[in-house]
């Protein structure tokens, strides 16, 4: 999980504004996006390069240009990247902007938001013809391929770079997420969004004569202008001289954007818009759906104290409230909205290793100080992965003195990993498939119909996560209600995370694989 953003000042502009400014102003809305540090590379015509790096938060950007920069240094351009801790290293060499140690025209400095699925493959490819990598980052291949068609039809020609070619080639060869901002050595900037559309990248012409680009378009908040996205399979590249921005198609067949669901209902911030509905409004619509699935699971005893509504910190609570003003209606005197569960720290939990993750969990969440003894507490989420969060939560509240912690889940069960940014590598680390293995075979068997799982045999599940993680039930949305809640229907939203159908051919592949070998082990070989 990452964000981008970027910002170019027309020639034309006469705002007292910097470029730094700019991003002072949209980075910190992209906080949700990643917490464990940004980086920051500009450019002016006088001055060339500078790049800023930091583990600090990324509201923390607000100094960069007086603690990181010379005071003659006013640049006309600048990108930033903004990071979750990475499961290939914490270096700060890994840290983005990334750039290609390259002098002149010839520097690039890329960031990047989403994954590769074919990596590897590249990777291998580029090592073969002689290019040396220096990390495990996606980002260091992107970079490398734009360097290699660079390098191969126009700078050993001395000729000026046509992006709209070199970006046609790039979208062929990768099969992933992609959403970056690419700045050379003569101060064009260009946004890039390939043919998955996953990832999304949105751009803004305001009123006092920038461009700016950013990963969601509330990092827009505030500002007077003109709002696009950058579409899949498109460039929009701005002349560093000039500022004339281009908008080209650089795919094969158009297709509309297919946004990956976990931005919906996740990683992107409550107020980004999807399709004209801010993600507030779609998520507290899911926890009033939800509300009416879960009332008939709760049993509420004589003389009980109010049931406690509560969410996941920091984005369950629109589940939370949109839960509470359901059961508000079925049960006023017996619910309350209540939030106790505190955080130790913002970074989040879902990407990392077993061990990195543990120790995260175990650090970052607390009780908010309310008592809850003897009371039943519904928290809201927006997704069951793993359990071990969800897991390590029910024990705190019961080690309160709760007398019964359930769960709601604003989506249906994930089934499948999510190899374009999510960190979700395998789907032996859902607590879905540790489920599944314990299941009779021919339940084992309806299950794999995902998200058509008929409803006695998610029961089944439903009631094996709830012991799992030692809660008294768990529920999740029904898929067919949350096709009915995505903005505009479910048409370009990919589902892949609850139907196992990937948005990749190479994804698709994987995910296969990762499934076959799971089956032959625990279906075939126990049928």
């Avoid at 795919?251 to 976990?262: F, I, M």
């Avoid at 084992?444 to 995902?450: I, M, T």
Wanted: with cysteine; aromatic share 8%; net charge neutral.
């Amino acid at each position: 999980m990452s964000g981008v953003a970027g910002a170019f000042v027309l020639p034309s502009s006469r705002s007292k504004a910097t470029v730094y400014d700019q991003l002072k102003h949209m980075v910190p809305k992209l906080e949700n996006r990643g917490q464990a540090g940004f980086g920051v590379a500009a450019f002016m015509h006088e001055g060339g390069f500078r790049y800023a790096k930091s583990y600090r938060l990324p509201r923390n950007l607000a100094g960069i240009d007086h603690d990181e920069q010379d005071a003659p240094f006013r640049p006309s351009v600048a990108i930033a990247h903004i990071r979750t801790p990475s499961s290939t290293g914490n270096s700060y060499a890994e840290l983005q902007p990334l750039d290609n140690n390259k002098i002149g025209f010839r520097h690039l400095a890329v960031c990047f938001n989403g994954a590769l699925v074919n990596a590897n493959e590249l990777r291998e490819e580029l090592r073969a013809e002689g290019h040396q990598l220096n990390s495990k980052l996606d980002t260091e291949v992107l970079l490398r391929l734009i360097e290699r068609i660079c390098q191969r039809d126009y700078w050993q020609h001395f000729l000026a770079v046509d992006y709209e070619k070199v970006f046609q080639e790039l979208n062929g060869l990768v099969d992933g997420a992609v959403s970056a901002l690419l700045l050379d050595g003569l101060g064009n900037l260009t946004a890039f969004r390939n043919s998955s559309g996953l990832r999304p990248l949105e751009f803004m012409q305001t009123e006092d004569g920038f461009l700016l680009f950013a990963s969601e378009n509330s990092a827009f908040s505030g500002l007077k202008g003109q709002i696009d996205e950058v579409r899949p399979s498109h460039i929009k590249h701005v002349n560093g001289r000039t500022g004339d921005c281009l908008d080209r198609f650089v795919g094969g067949a158009q297709r509309e954007p297919k946004l990956c669901a976990y931005e919906t209902l996740y990683l992107a911030n409550a107020r980004t818009l999807v399709r004209g509905q801010s993600n507030l409004t779609t998520r507290r619509n899911i926890g009033m759906s939800l509300g009416r699935v879960l009332w008939p699971r709760i049993t509420i005893g004589t003389g009980s104290a109010p049931i406690i509504v509560a969410s996941m910190p920091r984005t369950g609570a629109p589940y939370a409230d949109g839960l509470f003003a359901c059961l508000l209606k079925q049960q006023a005197d017996l619910i309350e909205r209540v939030e106790v569960i505190g955080i130790s720290h913002s970074q989040r939990t879902l990407i990392g290793d077993l061990g990195q993750r543990k120790s995260l969990i175990s650090q970052k969440y607390r009780l908010n100080g309310k008592d809850v003894t003897d009371r039943i507490i519904i928290v809201a989420d927006e997704a069951l992965i793993r359990g071990d969060t969800s897991r390590a939560v029910t024990e705190m509240l019961l080690g309160a003195g709760a007398k019964a912690v359930h769960w709601a889940i604003g989506s249906p069960p994930i089934v499948a990993p999510n190899y374009y940014g999510m960190g979700i590598e395998t789907i032996d680390e859902l607590a879905f498939w540790n489920i599944w293995k314990t299941l009779p075979s021919e339940a084992r068997k309806e299950s794999l119909r995902f998200h058509r799982i008929p409803p006695q045999t998610l029961e089944v599940i439903q009631r094996g996560i709830a012991l799992s993680i030692k809660a008294a039930t768990v529920t999740y949305l029904p898929f067919e209600a949350l096709l009915s809640l995505l903005p505009q229907g479910h048409d370009g939203i990919d589902l892949s995370a609850f139907t196992f159908e990937m948005p990749t051919p190479a994804g698709q592949k994987r995910a296969n694989e990762n499934l076959n070998r799971l089956l032959a082990d625990h279906l075939y070989g126990h049928a």
